[in-house]
């Protein structure tokens, strides 16, 4: 196990980009909570409110990773000073990205249905590093044999036809078979051989004439995320907990 751990992460220089990503979700996991209980009323935790002014987490993520970012750069890939940063980095993304929705609306929208894209960004943020952990160095880290190379290379071919597979789901707008298709190539190939998402780019650009073909794909993408809605819905829900509801008008008399 040790040879292994070596081999994979210590020697290629990956290291601290584990620990980062271990940071970044037991950060995000534990923001969560804390907010959560904080929105309960329960346990010790309040909002920091110097002055009056809500101070969102977002702006201590934004000091760690700035700190973590600019350390790893000149740290380097190994030693202890690495690897801190490298945590240290990972914290501040957690907390950054927990709020990504607050960033991008410019609005506290934390607990209602647009703080869910921060969980999306989340998730998808964790798929992207597994991935980059996950993968391998073409050039290895050690004496590779022909044999050996010639498997390289069969390998770093699989990888650029999947990589194509993966841009042409992602210009029909599947995000998430795109990521999800960097780990697993036949989800890649799936998705580039079907239907475009009515609002993408794909669709725009070959569907413009092809009215059946636009048909097909207005109601294949009704039909999928009518099917798809709750339980991505309750995922979320289970992760960044459940947004406010926004109480409906009653009927005037």
């Known amino acids: 196990m040790g040879h292994w751990f070596d ?9 601290p980009l584990l620990l980062a990503l271990a940071a970044f ?5 534990i923001t969560r909570v804390i907010t959560r209980m904080i ?3 329960k346990g010790p935790f309040r909002n920091i409110t110097p002055g009056g002014i809500h101070v969102h987490h977002v702006v201590p993520g934004v000091v760690l990773t700035v700190v973590g ?12 000073t690495a690897s801190v940063c490298a945590v240290v980095f990972g914290m501040g993304a957690g907390l950054v990205l927990d709020e990504f929705a ?8 934390y607990w209602t249905e647009e703080g869910r894209q921060s969980v999306e960004v989340v998730v998808l943020t964790a798929a992207l590093v597994l991935l980059v952990l996950g993968g391998f160095s073409p050039l290895g880290v050690d004496d590779l044999s022909g ?6 290379l069969g390998a770093v071919l699989t990888v650029v036809v999947n990589f194509c597979f993966v841009l042409i789901t992602l210009f029909k707008g599947k995000a998430r078979m795109a990521v999800v298709g960097t780990l697993i190539p036949f989800v890649a ?8 998402r009515p609002t993408s780019v794909w669709a725009r650009r070959f569907y413009r004439g092809r009215h059946r073909a636009r048909s097909r794909a207005v109601l294949r993408a009704y039909h999928h995320d009518l099917r798809w809605a709750g339980p991505r819905r309750r995922f979320q829900d289970l992760i960044g907990g459940a947004p406010d509801r926004v109480p409906t008008p009653s009927p005037k008399p």
Not at 69 to 80: I, L, S, T, W
Not at 102 to 109: F, K, N, Q, R, Y
Not at 189 to 196: E, F, K, M, Q, T
């Open 7 to 15: 081999q994979n992460f210590v020697e290629p220089g990956k290291l």
């Open 147 to 152: 044999d050996q190379q010639q498997g390289r």
């Open 25 to 29: 979700v037991l950060t995000f996991g």
């Open 189 to 196: 190939l799936v998705g580039a051989v079907r239907l475009a």
């Open 102 to 109: 607050l960033i991008l609306h410019l609005d506290d929208v």
């Open 39 to 41: 929105r309960a009323g």
């Open 69 to 80: 970012g600019f350390g790893a750069v000149a740290g380097g890939q190994h030693g202890v």
